[in-house]
């Protein structure tokens, strides 16, 4: 059975938990050659800062992993911290219309890989009970709902239950996850008369090592005088001095169980129409180091000697990447038209060394309302596509497709099988997304040039909108009343400026000539103020099925002229259907007595044949021919 790729649904701030769980994905489908795409959600990481619009659009991408795109998908535990609740995360992987898994924690009536949380937490909290007589803890936990991190704190407590150690003997401190914020809460702390406890357990590493390097600087000895214990066991548990007693989750071996189980779900669900979720539990392991006093000479193994390597190493290749984003983000502040924006990000994803990019812009950008469900668009193109193995340059936007249906064009998805997928999104809007072929697990390097990308082409959008609403008061004269649409005068000048612009640039593009069928029918029986209705029905028809950036005209009456720089005769038929099924639902819904309908002709305007007036009258004659051939299926029908 052909394997489609797999898609992760992943929280943008975890890479230290995600890292190791993607590694173990990279593994099963480079051994099994599958693609997989990583959605790397672009949350706002403090509820209180959250905008639910910017959370839904984020959101409601994901929707991009659908049949005919994934075969499952995957989604780790702290990605329900998008989710205002519990409740809405478990809500949305319901909706998924593909077999879902769950990585890290357990979720009924969806597939989840997972480690005993309660049990690791209380056998750890047990062994500083017995083994180091502690009776007085100081917990630390996150200040957000995350349901593996609630398992450990359960299990800390029941651990203190059996022992006969009260709750009172519990000094509990919630902090979020940026740097800084955990040290500011633990200040009353300054020496060890001030602690009133024995040692400290956080429900993960990233607590764990602020806290220690906190008490370090207070002059606080460790273990001596205070013993620690985190969770997660990465890799900077290492390098903290002492190293740090922690919970190994075998992450990588629940990355590589969470693609088995997908497509076991898969392949059932093909084959009878449904599939029975599994739950697996992959066993943990618990590292006793020096931090809780357990080891005080404990040599290094030759894996966590060249874990320190990897860091070492990693540091100078961070540091030279960061000055690169630097640079990025100074060039894309001057940056104010689109072309120019293509090619800044051309040069430096080359000098960021991305393998391929690809950036897909929806051909609206989608406004971020939280009142209205959110609809992933059919209509996409290409902004841009750099390969940088090949100095391969693709800014041709008429390459257009359905993202309900293919995440790329086939031709744009690399050859590794690892595709970071994130949005271009901002408060205000969804511009589209981008599909990296990453040389790395560099994810929040990733996530920067994304932000980085979103803030260009917003200042870009916003500065033409500008420039538009500008041009739009200064040229009234150059608008049709009715409609809002340019009028024949406008489009002599816009029209043929966009034609000019087009052959500059080395584009061709069409003339579109468009004839309302039966409108002096409309005006004869219902009269003129329903043929008025009429006319703005078939231009709100027009402007949703072309591009924003081609100029749309009232030539007449019931005429229309279309200039679509860079549109091929192909996309040309392809939207004439969807204005016919436009038109067909219009009349299904409107509850006019009248019905739409509009017959288009086409030409193709070059260096030899730029002349509007011209253009539009061969466009004129060949929407005529299409008109006698509506005329006769109208007949036909009667």
């Not at 992760?8 to 099994?32: A, H, M, R, W």
């Not at 980085?452 to 959008?461: D, F, K, L, R, W």
């Not at 309908?597 to 086409?602: C, E, H, K, T």
Request: aromatic content about 10%.
């Amino acid at each position: 059975m052909n394997k489609k790729p797999l898609g992760l649904f992943v929280n943008g701030i975890e890479t230290e938990y995600g890292l190791p769980i993607l590694k173990g994905i990279d593994k099963y489908c480079s051994q099994n050659n599958v693609d997989y795409y990583v959605y790397l959600i672009q949350s706002q990481e403090l509820p209180e800062r959250r905008s639910d619009n910017f959370t839904k659009t984020q959101i409601g991408l994901a929707s991009i992993f659908n049949k005919k795109t994934v075969s499952a998908v995957l989604t780790t535990a702290t990605s329900c911290n998008v989710f205002a609740t519990k409740e809405l995360y478990n809500q949305f992987l319901k909706k998924l219309t593909v077999p879902v898994v769950s990585i890290g924690v357990k979720i009924d009536g969806i597939s989840s890989v997972f480690i005993d949380n309660y049990s690791l937490a209380k056998e750890m909290t047990e062994h500083f009970i017995k083994c180091h007589n502690v009776r007085k803890f100081l917990l630390i936990k996150v200040n957000v709902v995350i349901p593996d991190m609630e398992e450990r704190i359960s299990g800390f407590y029941a651990a203190l239950k059996e022992a006969g150690i009260p709750k009172e003997n519990v000094t509990v401190v919630e902090s979020d996850f940026n740097y800084g914020s955990l040290s500011e809460l633990l200040k009353e702390y300054k020496t060890k008369d001030d602690c009133c406890f024995d040692s400290v357990i956080c429900v993960d590493d990233v607590l764990a090592i602020e806290s220690m390097e906190y008490f370090e600087k207070a002059g606080i000895r460790i273990p001596e005088e205070l013993k620690f214990a985190g969770f997660d066991d990465c890799a900077a548990s290492l390098q903290t001095r002492p190293p740090l007693s922690t919970v190994n989750q075998q992450l990588g071996e629940q990355g590589i169980e969470a693609c088995r189980t997908a497509f076991e779900c898969f392949e059932q669900s093909e084959r009878t129409g449904s599939y029975v979720p599994k739950h697996s539990i992959v066993q943990g392991h618990i590292k006793y180091r020096q931090s809780c006093g357990c080891t005080k000479n404990a040599r290094l193994t030759q894996k966590e000697k060249d874990s320190q390597s990897i860091l070492a190493t990693n540091y100078y290749l961070l540091r030279q990447k960061i000055h690169l984003l630097q640079k990025c983000l100074q060039n894309s502040r001057t940056t104010t038209r689109l072309d120019d924006l293509k090619q800044m990000l051309y040069n430096e994803l080359i000098e960021l060394r991305v393998p391929s990019c690809t950036i897909v812009t929806f051909n609206k950008p989608i406004e971020n309302n939280s009142d209205a469900d959110y609809k992933l668009p059919d209509e996409a193109c290409v902004f841009l596509h750099v390969d940088s193995r090949q100095k391969e340059y693709v800014p041709q936007s008429e390459i257009e497709f359905n993202p309900n249906e293919m995440m790329l064009p086939e031709k744009f998805n690399g050859t590794n099988h690892l595709h970071v997928f994130t949005s271009l999104s901002n408060e205000r809007y969804q511009f589209g997304y981008v599909v990296y072929n990453p040389n790395s697990f560099d994810f929040i390097l990733y996530a920067t040039f994304t932000n980085i990308i979103t803030n260009a082409i917003a200042s870009t959008y916003e500065l033409s909108a500008l420039s538009s609403k500008k041009d739009a008061l200064e040229s009234e004269s150059y608008t049709d009343e009715l409609t809002g649409i340019f009028n024949r005068r406008g489009l002599a000048v816009y029209g043929q400026n966009s034609i000019n612009q087009s052959l500059v640039m080395h584009d061709g593009g069409l003339v579109i000539f468009a004839d309302m069928d039966d409108l002096k029918v409309i005006n004869d029986t219902f009269g003129h103020e329903s043929g008025d209705e009429a006319i703005k029905a078939e231009v709100k028809i027009l402007r949703d099925a072309f591009r924003t950036s081609d100029i749309i005209a009232r030539f007449g009456g019931d005429e229309f002229v279309i200039v679509a720089p860079k549109m091929t005769m192909e996309y040309f038929k392809q939207r004439c259907a969807r204005i016919d099924e436009m038109s067909r639902r219009w009349n299904e819904k409107s509850g006019k007595k009248f019905t739409l309908s509009i017959s288009l002709g086409a030409v193709e305007f070059s260096g030899g044949k730029s002349d509007l007036t011209e253009l539009i009258a061969e466009a004129d004659k060949a929407q005529y021919e299409v008109k006698k051939e509506h005329h006769k299926r109208k007949r036909a029908t009667n």
